[in-house]
């Protein structure tokens, strides 16, 4: 490899907002060169090193100036995404780009990343769509995007949002209240994330009339909902049984996105999931969608993308060790009827 010198000049913003305060985004990007030495002074960049990692510096860096330049400001998570082998379809001009729907305060919602944009297009083109992935990856709040943009766009006449309410368990009786106050802690993610979305008085007029319904699973039994979006939040909790329930309420008209995290079931002990369960059973059906979501989708802190795979990582560990503890066991019952 040949080692050199390098500048490159910024043009066309500002490079203290690119860096970001106090440098922060500068110096997250220099963590993930570690053989190059950069300095910046002013709207110019020095860097020392080989030829074909100032190349890759040179490449990922003009992404994070496309990006800035497209949605006006850059996060140490953006950063983290860029990185990818695949970053640069972040920045392609799919449907999956184009605004939801707007916000309160004009705020602009858009699918933000690669999968967020894949499951857009499911959604799309499919009426009923699996969205599976880690928290943070934003399957639920594009969900409810979808929702609100069929409902706004009246292709849909009203929103059902529904979650299993498995945490409250045998408990829920001693909490305060009637059962609607009651059940909605565990309903609180839909109601964020319809806020962000509908004006306060709007969002409330929309749940009295029943224009909006969030209600726990077990209130879906024996329905027909037609004529719906449908949102099936946390289905990692729901047993086989509870999702065939779900499933065949599906009316002529519906959509469906059903969304979970395979890592986070908190049913009992050596309960099957409902969700597990369906992703088998369903998956040589062409006509129903399934987008996996993964870490580099993660739009939370960036703490969060760390968390999620050091989790991964110690998860992935014990797998390894149940599995080698079992193949002694079989090796050693083998040899025992060897001996006989």
Same mark, same amino acid.
């Given at each position: 490899?040949?080692?050199?010198?390098?500048?490159?000049?910024?043009?066309?913003?500002?490079?203290?907002?690119?860096? =970001?305060?106090?440098?922060?985004?500068?110096?997250?990007?220099?963590?993930?060169?570690?053989?190059?030495?950069?300095?910046?002074?002013?709207?110019?960049?020095?860097?020392?090193?080989?030829?074909?990692?100032?190349?890759?510096?040179?490449?990922?860096?003009?992404?994070?100036?496309?990006?800035?330049?497209?949605?006006?400001?850059?996060?140490?998570?953006?950063?983290?995404?860029?990185? &990818?082998?695949?970053?640069?379809?972040?920045?392609?001009?799919?449907? =999956?780009?184009?605004?939801?729907?707007?916000?309160?305060?004009?705020?602009?919602?858009?699918?933000?990343?690669?999968?967020?944009?894949?499951?857009?297009?499911?959604?799309?083109?499919?009426?009923?769509?699996?969205?599976?992935?880690? +928290?943070?990856?934003?399957?639920?709040?594009?969900?409810?995007?979808?929702?609100?943009?069929?409902?706004?766009?009246?292709?849909?006449?009203?929103?059902?949002?529904?979650?299993?309410?498995?945490?409250?368990?045998?408990?829920?009786?001693?909490?305060?209240?009637?059962?609607?106050?009651?059940?909605?802690?565990?309903?609180?993610?839909?109601?964020?994330?319809?806020?962000?979305?509908?004006? +306060?008085?709007?969002?409330?007029?929309?749940?009295?009339?029943?224009?909006?319904?969030? +209600?726990?699973?077990?209130?879906?039994?024996?329905?027909?909902?037609?004529?719906?979006?449908?949102?099936?939040?946390?289905?990692?909790?729901?047993?086989?049984?509870?999702?065939?329930?779900?499933?065949?309420?599906?009316?002529?008209?519906?959509?469906?996105?059903?969304?979970?995290?395979?890592?986070?079931?908190?049913?009992?002990?050596?309960?099957?999931?409902? &969700?597990?369960?369906? &992703?088998?059973?369903?998956?040589?059906?062409?006509?129903?969608?399934?987008?996996?979501?993964?870490?580099?989708?993660?739009?939370?802190?960036?703490?969060?993308?760390?968390?999620?795979?050091?989790?991964?990582?110690?998860?992935?560990?014990?797998?390894?060790?149940?599995?080698?503890?079992?193949?002694?066991?079989?090796?050693?019952?083998?040899?025992?009827?060897?001996?006989?």
């Amino acid at each position: 490899m040949n080692t050199g010198t390098r500048n490159l000049e910024i043009t066309g913003v500002n490079p203290a907002e690119l860096f =970001g305060i106090n440098d922060a985004n500068f110096r997250h990007i220099k963590t993930f060169f570690p053989k190059l030495k950069i300095t910046a002074r002013g709207n110019v960049i020095t860097l020392v090193g080989d030829d074909e990692v100032m190349d890759e510096f040179e490449r990922k860096f003009d992404l994070m100036v496309q990006h800035y330049h497209k949605f006006n400001h850059l996060t140490e998570n953006n950063i983290d995404n860029l990185m &990818l082998v695949d970053g640069s379809k972040m920045l392609s001009n799919d449907d =999956g780009s184009e605004t939801l729907v707007h916000g309160n305060g004009g705020a602009k919602i858009k699918a933000r990343t690669v999968n967020q944009k894949k499951l857009v297009q499911a959604v799309d083109k499919h009426d009923m769509v699996f969205a599976v992935g880690p +928290a943070g990856t934003g399957k639920t709040y594009t969900a409810v995007a979808l929702a609100v943009r069929a409902l706004k766009a009246k292709e849909v006449k009203r929103i059902v949002l529904t979650r299993p309410a498995v945490e409250a368990g045998e408990n829920l009786g001693f909490l305060p209240g009637d059962l609607k106050e009651k059940l909605d802690p565990y309903l609180m993610p839909l109601y964020d994330a319809l806020r962000d979305m509908i004006p +306060a008085e709007k969002l409330a007029d929309m749940l009295e009339f029943g224009v909006i319904e969030i +209600a726990p699973l077990a209130f879906m039994r024996g329905r027909t909902l037609d004529k719906a979006f449908v949102i099936l939040d946390e289905a990692q909790n729901t047993t086989p049984m509870q999702m065939k329930m779900f499933l065949t309420r599906m009316g002529m008209t519906a959509k469906f996105v059903i969304t979970g995290d395979m890592s986070q079931v908190d049913l009992p002990h050596k309960q099957k999931s409902g &969700l597990a369960y369906v &992703l088998d059973v369903l998956k040589d059906i062409d006509e129903i969608g399934i987008v996996r979501l993964g870490q580099s989708d993660v739009i939370r802190h960036s703490l969060v993308k760390k968390i999620v795979q050091a989790f991964d990582e110690v998860e992935a560990e014990e797998k390894k060790k149940e599995a080698a503890i079992a193949e002694e066991k079989r090796k050693f019952y083998k040899d025992k009827r060897d001996e006989k």
